[in-house]
């Protein structure tokens, strides 16, 4: 099974500032790559697909780049309903795996 | 819009089967594939398994061997029983939707709920 990483665990940034978040992956997975946002008590919602192409009506402010692996999750700008735990998926390997997820929280 | 509710007991004793219904509102169950994914407390997300409208199903390999998914079409519903479940199976239980693209990534999710495994 191919190993998701994310980094860091936790990210302080402050509200209009831009945050990156990391996704490496054990071995490659091309542009397969999905990204999640959770916010506290909701379900996961799919923000990022094929590692660069934003869900349907995901803000613009969401960027994701990179393939093999290693990923990044761009979010510009941030606003305070940005702040939730992100989390990467493969789907290149099976099974798909996910990482063990990015808490983003206010400076 | 397409809603996913699961339901089913939130305590199961060890060595015993955990039993949960994903019930899909406001749409239908077929032409997709449904998918059981699951979150330990405190850490991240796991595939558990999946099955289409027509029965077709698949799970991961570490847990393959407790696991069995079934789908109710005219009840629009997605069952999932895991037998001799343990401490470590202890984790809220998502219901979600894979993407019809064919890809094991997963576009509407249910709001989940928590199962705890203990005596």
């Known amino acids: 099974e191919i190993v998701m990483t994310q980094s860091p665990a936790t990210l302080s940034v402050s509200p209009g500032e831009r945050a990156t978040l990391s996704c490496r992956a054990s071995?490659?997975?091309?542009?397969?790559l999905v990204w999640y946002q959770q916010k506290p008590g909701q379900a996961p919602r799919l923000l990022i697909l094929?590692?660069?192409t934003r869900a349907t009506g995901i803000s613009a402010r969401f960027s994701g780049s990179g393939s093999g692996t290693e990923f990044t999750l761009t979010i510009s700008s941030l606003q305070s309903e940005d702040f939730a735990v992100y989390y990467c998926?493969?789907?290149?390997?099976?099974?798909?795996?996910f990482g063990q997820g990015t808490k983003l929280e206010i400076k | 819009q397409v809603q996913l509710q699961e339901s089913g007991p939130g305590l199961v004793k060890p060595s015993e089967t955990l039993s949960l219904t994903c019930t899909v509102s406001?749409?239908?169950?077929?032409?997709?594939?449904w998918t059981w994914i699951r979150q330990p407390p405190g850490k991240g997300l796991e595939w558990v398994a999946y099955?289409?409208?027509?029965?077709?199903?698949n799970s991961n390999p570490s847990l393959e061997s407790r696991v069995t998914i079934s789908v109710d079409t005219s009840k629009n519903q997605i069952s999932l029983k895991l037998s001799s479940v343990t401490a470590a199976d202890t984790a809220v239980y998502y219901c979600?939707?894979?993407?019809?693209?064919?890809?094991?990534?997963?576009?509407?999710w249910g709001h989940g709920t928590l199962v705890t495994v203990s005596s």
């Open positions: 979600a939707r894979k993407t019809p693209t064919g890809a094991l990534y997963f576009d509407l």
């Open positions: 406001g749409g239908s169950i077929s032409p997709y594939y």
């Open positions: 099955i289409s409208y027509s029965g077709n199903s």
């Open positions: 071995q490659s997975v091309r542009t397969n």
């Open positions: 094929g590692a660069s």
């Open positions: 998926q493969q789907y290149d390997n099976w099974p798909c795996s």
